[in-house]
């Protein structure tokens, strides 16, 4: 007898296997990151399901797709742990237009604001170091603290860096070239005093 359907409005623990992913889901999530957070915080909610009755395609997940990811590579990694067994899913039964905008909706709102970088400086300071499973590396948590206490001093940037000199402006830009190519722009460069001569005349056509 097949398992009875979840009903609409319900959460229910599922088997990560029993579930499938949104058909065409263009979200490209970082698997690892969400990895840390589920072995550090655990599931603290719960990803959504469509039960399918409209489009056919049963027990499609369109809001968390990465998480069930997550929970199957965990589970692969260390199956004795039961915490990866099972995952909780919010039900919903929607035609193929909702289940598309529910996606899409998901997916981009989750892109759109920003922080407070002053009060997220301060509240990743107070785990004084222990960032595990926050989606921070050190470098994002320094830069972080850099943002939050706003531009830097010019004189200090000096005493750091030295006195600003000509050229640290300039755009550096890297090429790959054949080799009779790079041999042709080597001879063509010893005629110029700088890279930035020697490309600007070949780009200018008024010498032709």
């Keep these: 007898m097949a398992p009875q359907a979840p009903a609409v409005g319900t959460t229910t623990a599922m088997s990560p296997a029993a579930l499938h992913l949104y ?43 990465h998480t069930l990811m997550a929970f199957r590579e965990l589970a692969e990694l260390e199956p004795q742990d039961p915490q990866w067994h099972q995952i909780l899913v919010h039900w919903v039964d929607v035609d193929d237009d909702m289940a598309e905008r529910i996606m899409v909706a998901d997916n ?13 400086a301060e509240i990743v300071a107070g785990f004084d ?23 830097p001093d010019l004189d200090d940037l000096a005493k750091e860096h030295g006195e600003p000199q000509h050229g640290d402006d300039f755009e550096g830009i890297r090429l790959k070239l054949d080799p009779g190519v790079a041999r042709q722009w080597a001879d063509h460069r010893k005629g110029f005093d700088s890279d930035s001569e020697a490309l600007e005349y070949l780009l200018d056509v008024s010498h032709e």
Excluded at 37 to 52: A, C, D, E, F, V
Excluded at 108 to 120: E, H, I, P
Excluded at 141 to 149: H, T
């Design 23 to 65: 058909y065409e889901n263009p979200r490209e999530g970082d698997i690892p990151a969400i990895m840390a957070s589920l072995r550090r915080h655990t599931q603290y909610k719960p990803i959504t399901g469509n039960i399918g009755t409209h489009t056919g395609r049963p027990l499609e997940i369109l809001a968390g797709n």
């Design 108 to 120: 981009q709102t989750g892109r759109l604001g920003g922080f407070d970088d002053a009060k997220l």
């Design 129 to 151: 170091g222990d960032i595990d499973g926050l989606g921070f590396t050190e470098a994002d948590v320094k830069m972080l603290s850099e943002l939050a206490d706003g531009p």
